[in-house]
């Protein structure tokens, strides 16, 4: 999957919003079981923008996922794109997750 968006800006795999991992795991709550805190990256008040750091489309993420969710076809999303979101306070969640 080539349109992997993340907003969680400390993620290690996060590069411009686009994730750069080879491949995530999404539990069966919907949460990123891949994501992992990058300490220097929390240290920095912000990320820099798309105008400054082009996006990685290189990257073609294998997206294994045990959801309940009407992308799920054998443990594998074969949704188009799926966006990963959260915050310090809470997991890092795919937000494309749609129960069937």
Do not use: W
């Not at 990123?32 to 300490?39: G, I, L, Q, R, V």
């Not at 996922?65 to 966006?83: L, P, Q, R, W």
């Amino acid at each position: 999957m080539k349109d992997l968006k993340c907003a969680l800006a400390e993620c290690e795999f996060n590069q411009a919003y686009c994730c750069c991992a080879k491949t995530i795991d999404v539990s069966g709550s919907a949460g990123c079981k891949t994501f992992a805190a990058n300490a220097n990256k929390r240290k920095n008040l912000f990320e820099a923008g798309e105008d400054f750091v082009k996006r990685n489309y290189d990257v073609d993420t294998a997206v294994h996922c045990t959801a309940d969710c009407i992308f799920n076809k054998e443990e594998v999303c074969n949704a188009n794109g799926i966006t990963v979101l959260g915050d310090l306070t809470q997991d890092a969640v795919c937000a494309t997750f749609m129960q069937r």
